[in-house]
């Protein structure tokens, strides 16, 4: 089993950054790329970025140039910073990590983007 759990979230002004954070404990030896998820009210859960074990990055096109995926595997935990943020990015942010047999998913951290 892996646990993970996410901090970061909060409100912040159009333009503004927020830098998440997903720590992961367990079984985290089997985990192969962990990413992270949105999920805007009415709207499906959908990939924002993920992070492969050998660093190897993807992101949706609507966030590229703006959110940054990084890990450290030293303290187990995946980092999203995100920059410039824009009214459509609010949601609530999922962490995943995923193994060759599961995929665990965080609580969720609420980003808000409010003037």
């Known amino acids: 089993q892996v646990q993970l759990v996410e901090s970061g979230g909060g409100l912040v002004q159009p333009g503004g950054s927020l830098r998440l954070s997903c720590a992961a404990s367990?079984?985290?030896?089997?985990?192969?790329?962990m990413g992270w998820y949105r999920q805007a009210p009415g709207k499906q859960r959908e990939l924002v970025a993920t992070?492969?074990?050998?660093?190897?990055?993807k992101y949706a096109d609507s966030v590229k140039g703006r959110f940054t995926i990084s890990r450290d595997n030293v303290k187990n935990t995946v980092f999203l910073q995100m920059n410039s943020l824009k009214p459509e990015d609010p949601a609530v942010y999922y962490c995943?990590?995923?193994?060759?047999?599961?995929?665990?998913w965080g609580q969720g951290t609420q980003v808000a983007v409010s003037s």
């Open positions: 992070i492969t074990s050998g660093d190897s990055t």
């Open positions: 995943k990590a995923s193994s060759a047999y599961s995929h665990y």
């Open positions: 367990g079984s985290i030896f089997s985990i192969y790329v």
